[in-house]
């Protein structure tokens, strides 16, 4: 009861950062910048939705009941995937997924209060709802691998993709050094270099996957404001599989706050706005905890070992042969 | 005739000018915190040794429609002695790799490129040199690496970029990398290694815009002896220097998936 009541206590401090932590003091490095530097992975937040349930309204922190459904969940998925038998065509049985551990918090968005993602602006349902009907059709009888997540085709999950909770390879790392800090994120390679210089944005003619990312100190928090996206990673869990998430446009700016609140804990925040996709800003804030069995980030050759892509292409186009199918029956 | 002490004289300063060209004023080196000399910058080498890390005259590219922007510039190789010193069937496979390299070369597909490739493609590359490790991030395709300089680890999976382990010989930050898969050239000309690949690369900064970089590739399964390659790393010195993001996989798809394209591939239209 006891144990239970602590642990209530540190997760309800860990998903609200924003009371003072006044013992906790972030160490800096040789040149005098806050430490951030380890590997955080996300899997500790599996277990928690991007939006919350409705039935929540405003609150974001479980009832004890709630939260003993979700442990209940939890465990349920973790033997699920610890007792999975391994596949004939890809060898991967149990061990290759996380599951997080359940977390009082209800919902990994914040702002709006409620939980919930701010409608999107009459242009951006239009072109969402073509984009969303264009997947349906194709995604599982694709023309090309256009018609494929920017996640299958290993090229980026964009900025908030690459630190959602993913079920595996979703560890991150900080790395600094005098004048930069640079966040890897293992699944597709990513290292997004922050300059913490001064350095201003690259030119507005350049246009990346994870943009132009620039920092700054207040006081021990690193603030990251990004632009120069080019539009094409979809916001959401997982790069936009299965449907999931939103594509920005270019006007897109996603303001991020990393916040060591101890040695464990790094409270990871980002605002993300786009004028032209949503009808106002939204906030996700999750913490990224250490794993002592999580410590290293492995090399994550998405593309290099894409079979997938071969199969799913060339399983369509055997699709379209109507003699093959007779055949086969 | 001088004396023994004249003569010893003329040696010393002989030595003390040779030392003077070839190598640094060490006091002059940017230096962290902790003393180490401060390789953090970005760095791109100026050389034509992604075509071919040995001499090579100039010739024509694949593609007429290319023209002179498609041909293959002239360069004096990177190879210490130029030759390689490959085993008689590697010997073949290599010039096999050279007759289809249009086709074969990992380049195309936007394959992380291994090491030492990544250090001379013609793109810049940024290290991170923490109080701790050391990252270098490639502008190509984003590939990053760690260099570990704890106590050292070992390989626990083959990997295109390897595991790198380091440490500091005076002045000079030694690599050792292995974990290699088999599945990277070392250029556009077909050189190539197994799987048994190991390379210690040494970084030596003669001042605070260049670093002299060494390495040596040690693969008994293709080669007879280690060889070793050597060119020195120029500092970006642009005042808006920044790595930019080449994500290179959308320009590889049209040539890995082409041929499974609904409706014809691009190439046969």
Redesign the interface.
């Known amino acids: 009861m006891k144990s239970e009541l602590l642990a209530v206590v540190i997760i309800c401090a860990a998903a609200n950062p924003l009371p003072a932590q006044t013992a906790w003091k972030t160490p800096k490095?040789?040149?005098g910048d806050p430490d951030l530097?380890g590997v955080w992975p996300s899997s500790s937040m599996l277990m928690t939705p991007l939006e919350r349930d409705p039935k929540l309204g405003a609150r974001n922190v479980l009832t004890d009941q709630e939260y003993r459904v979700k442990a209940m969940m939890s465990k349920v998925i973790k033997n699920g995937l610890e007792g999975a038998t391994p596949s004939p065509r890809v060898n991967i049985g149990a061990g290759w997924a996380d599951y997080g551990v359940p977390d009082r918090q209800a919902s990994l968005v914040i702002d709006p209060p409620d939980g919930r993602i701010p409608p999107l602006t009459p242009e951006a349902q239009q072109r969402e709802a073509l984009r969303l009907s264009h997947y349906k059709v194709k995604h599982n009888a694709p023309?090309?691998?256009e018609d494929l997540t920017m996640w299958e085709?290993?090229?980026?999950l964009g900025v908030v993709g690459s630190v959602l909770p993913l079920v595996y390879n979703h560890g991150n790392?900080i790395?600094?050094?005098?004048?930069?800090v640079?966040f890897?994120n293992e699944m597709v390679?990513?290292?997004r270099?922050i300059?913490v210089n001064g350095?201003?944005h690259?030119a507005p003619a350049?246009r990346?996957?994870?943009g132009?990312s620039i920092g700054h100190w207040e006081g021990s928090t690193l603030v990251v404001e990004t632009t120069n996206f080019n539009g094409k990673a979809v916001i959401g869990m997982g790069g936009g599989f299965e449907g999931a998430g939103t594509l920005p446009t270019e006007s897109l700016q996603i303001t991020e706050r990393f916040n060591r609140t101890d040695e464990r804990t790094i409270a990871y925040r980002a605002t993300i706005e786009d004028p032209n996709t949503w009808t106002k800003p939204w906030t996700i804030e999750f913490p990224l905890r250490k794993d002592d069995s999580y410590n290293t980030?492995?090399?994550y050759?998405c593309?290099?070992g894409n079979i997938f892509?071969?199969d799913v292409?060339?399983g369509?186009?055997a699709q379209?042969k109507p003699d093959e199918g007779a055949a086969a029956k | 005739m001088p004396g023994r002490l004249q003569k010893c004289i003329f040696v010393l300063l002989s030595a003390g000018i040779i030392a003077a060209a070839n190598r640094t004023d060490v006091s002059k080196l940017p230096r962290?915190?902790?003393g180490k000399p401060d390789l953090?910058g970005i760095w791109q080498t100026i050389t034509t040794a992604n075509w071919d890390i040995q001499d090579h005259g100039a010739q024509a590219g694949p593609f007429f429609q290319l023209g002179a922007i498609g041909a293959v510039p002239p360069g004096q190789g990177i190879v210490e002695g130029n030759e390689i010193p490959y085993l008689p069937q590697a010997a073949l496979k290599k010039k096999e790799n050279l007759a289809n390299r249009w086709k074969a070369d990992p380049e195309l597909?936007?394959?992380?490129p291994g090491v030492p490739r990544a250090t001379y493609l013609p793109y810049p590359f940024?290290?991170?040199?923490?109080?701790?490790?050391i990252?270098i991030?490639y502008e190509y395709a984003?590939?990053?690496?760690?260099i570990n300089m704890a106590k050292p680890q070992e390989a626990v999976?083959d990997?295109?970029?390897g595991t790198s382990n380091g440490r500091w010989e005076g002045d000079t930050l030694v690599v050792d990398v292995t974990g290699f898969n088999d599945?990277t050239w070392f250029d556009r000309a077909g050189n190539f290694h197994s799987d048994a690949l190991q390379v210690t690369e040494r970084y030596t900064p003669i001042d605070a815009n260049t670093i002299n970089y060494q390495a040596t590739i040690t693969d008994p399964k293709v080669f007879s002896r280690p060889w070793r390659i050597s060119l020195p790393l120029y500092r970006v010195r642009d005042t808006?220097a920044?790595?930019?993001?080449f994500?290179c996989?959308?320009f590889?798809?049209e040539f890995?998936?082409g041929n499974?394209?609904?409706?014809p591939a691009n190439s046969e239209k």
């Open positions: 490095t040789p040149w530097q023309d090309t691998w085709r290993c090229i980026s790392q790395v600094q050094s005098p004048g930069y640079v890897r390679h990513e290292a270099i300059p350095a201003k690259i350049i990346q996957y994870m132009d980030l492995y090399e050759a593309h290099e892509m071969y292409l060339s369509a186009r379209e | 962290t915190a902790g953090n597909k936007c394959y992380m940024q290290i991170i040199q923490s109080q701790k490790d990252l991030v984003t590939t990053n690496r760690p999976v990997s295109w970029m599945q808006n920044r790595l930019l993001e994500k996989v959308e590889s798809e890995l998936y499974l394209r609904k409706g």
